[in-house]
């Protein structure tokens, strides 16, 4: 069993992805961790999947899973979780923004006892640059301050595409998550902490990426209408019966 599984949720990737695969590949490679990949294609419609299979001709530890139509990221990271093998599990965009590098910071905080540790862009620290568009970082930021009175408060950063789960945790997170939009990761670190899991939050590097899948134009308010749903549902009580954890054995 792998140490390491990195999950990345890909829809029409073919231009971005074989980069981050290289750069993925090249740092597990040399590291001391034991790793899969498991890029999951969330029914594209490009050479999404010609590319990892040709990645995967040459590379061992890359797992291509493919569905179609098109679900949202949220389904693409919640299948990928499902079927990791690894002890801990890394979700990680498809652009490279978040360098694999940073995941030493978030596997120590997974050892010091944290369940989940999440990367984030908006959390103050000298060692670290973020690189950001300024009309995408004050949407992102608004976007943030909403979630942190409605849902989550004290999580600076629920949008980072950089989380790092114990292998229990994300199976019984993932296994109840029900959001596939963009507003997923505000769903499952709601649910996380619900089931009181210890939640980590690490300033990371972070490079904005050419070619964005989100449109802050049209999927922000999306974004928002789905954090207005969770917020209803936990008024409501519908996430009630998640607020109990299972017994781990």
Not at 74 to 82: E, F, H, K, Q
Not at 92 to 102: H, K, R, T
Not at 115 to 124: L, T, Y
Request: glycine share 8%.
């Amino acid at each position: 069993m792998p140490e390491l599984s990195v999950i990345i949720p890909a829809y029409n990737e073919e231009g971005r992805l074989p980069a981050t695969l290289e750069s993925v590949y090249l740092f597990l490679s040399q590291s001391p961790y034991s790793f899969e990949i498991i890029v999951v294609d969330d029914g594209s419609l490009d050479g999404t999947c010609d590319v990892v299979q040709d990645f995967a001709g040459h590379h061992d530890g890359l797992r291509l899973i493919s569905y179609a139509p098109n679900q949202g990221k949220g389904c693409a990271v919640r299948t990928g979780m499902l079927a990791a093998r690894g002890d801990y599990l890394l979700m990680n965009d498809a652009d490279g923004s978040s360098p694999i590098e940073e995941v030493g910071k978030l596997l120590k905080a997974l050892k010091d006892g944290a369940d989940v540790a999440i990367g984030s862009r908006a959390k103050v620290d000298p060692g670290v640059v973020v690189t950001a568009q300024l009309h995408r970082k004050y949407i992102g930021n608004t976007f943030n301050l909403i979630v942190q009175k409605l849902l989550l408060p004290g999580i600076a950063d629920t949008q980072c595409g950089f989380k790092l789960f114990k292998r229990a945790v994300a199976q019984d997170i993932f296994s109840v998550a029900r959001l596939n939009g963009y507003a997923f990761d505000v769903e499952l670190l709601y649910i996380a902490r619900l089931r009181n899991y210890k939640i980590t939050e690490l300033a990371i590097n972070w490079t904005n990426a050419e070619g964005s899948k989100v449109n802050v134009l049209t999927d922000s308010p999306r974004m928002l209408m789905e954090v207005l749903r969770i917020t209803l549902g936990a008024w409501t009580g519908s996430y009630r019966k998640l607020l109990k954890k299972p017994q781990q054995t």
